[in-house]
Antibody, heavy 122, light 108 residues
Framework: QLQLQESGPGLVKPSETLSLTCTVS??????????WGWMRQPPGKGLEWIGS???????YSNPSLKGRVTISLDTSKNQFSLKLSSVTAADTAVYYC??????????????WGQGTLVTVSS | SYVLTQPPSVSVAPGQTTSIACGGN??????VHWYQQKPGQAPVLVVY???DRPSGIPERFSGSNSGNTATLTISRVEAGDEADYYC???????????FGGGTKLTVL
């Protein structure tokens, strides 16, 4: 059974960089069968896609985040990571990592981590 | 950018059938995916590619998509179906995923 687990600091200061890691178990992130992505959900609000990465390391991200997003793979650890720079209070949210169910960037997300709350505050 | 519009809330009695709409410009030309999210939990994919169900999702969940509206239909609603439901599409014009604002389903 595939499992994803987010990890990282729960509190980040304004203007700093938010860094999260998603550890995948029960499957390989280097499989060409899947893409991997990050979503977030501000408290009491809806879902927002942040970005995704392919098995080969190609990335694409939400234009609304204006180039603040970096997503990378670490195949040796079976992990992928998110960095969001220049954070503000508006970036406070539960962050989810997830798997896209096939090897195309437009396939839906079929496995999700439990989510981790990141608060941006001084 | 592409916008998906959902009703904020829908209510239904147990055992009845309910539908949740997701509106978008010519959404019928796109593949629509639906997620269920219960309080404090991660979203779960319940319908993908307009009308397909992942394994383990009951047949009570079905979907359709035509024109400017996609619809998630839940038949024989159970108390456990109470959740927020989100539609999602890939916006190929700007290469990014778009979610609807979500619909809170209340089982009376």
């Amino acid at each position: 059974q595939l499992q994803l687990q987010e990890s990282g600091p729960g509190l980040v200061k304004p203007s700093e960089t938010l860094s999260l890691t998603c550890t995948v178990s029960g499957g390989s992130i280097s499989s060409s069968l899947y893409y991997w992505g990050w979503m977030r959900q501000p408290p009491g609000k809806g879902l927002e896609w942040i970005g995704s990465i392919s098995y080969s390391g190609s990335t694409y991200s939400n234009p609304s985040l204006k180039g603040r997003v970096t997503i990378s793979l670490d195949t040796s650890k079976n992990q992928f990571s998110l960095k969001l720079s220049s954070v503000t209070a508006a970036d406070t949210a539960v962050y989810y990592c997830a798997r896209q169910k096939s090897g195309s960037y437009y396939s839906p997300f079929d496995y999700w981590g439990q989510g981790t709350l990141v608060t941006v505050s001084s | 950018s592409y916008v998906l519009t959902q009703p904020p809330s829908v209510s239904v009695a147990p055992g009845q059938t309910t539908s949740i709409a997701c509106g978008g410009n010519n959404i019928g030309s796109k593949s629509v995916h639906w997620y269920q999210q219960k309080p404090g939990q991660a979203p779960v994919l319940v319908v993908y590619d307009d009308s397909d169900r992942p394994s383990g999702i009951p047949e009570r969940f079905s979907g359709s998509n035509s024109g400017n509206t996609a619809t998630l239909t839940i038949s024989r609603v159970e108390a456990g179906d109470e959740a927020d439901y989100y539609c999602q599409v890939w916006d190929s014009s700007s290469d990014h995923w778009v979610f609807g604002g979500g619909t809170k389903l209340t089982v009376l």
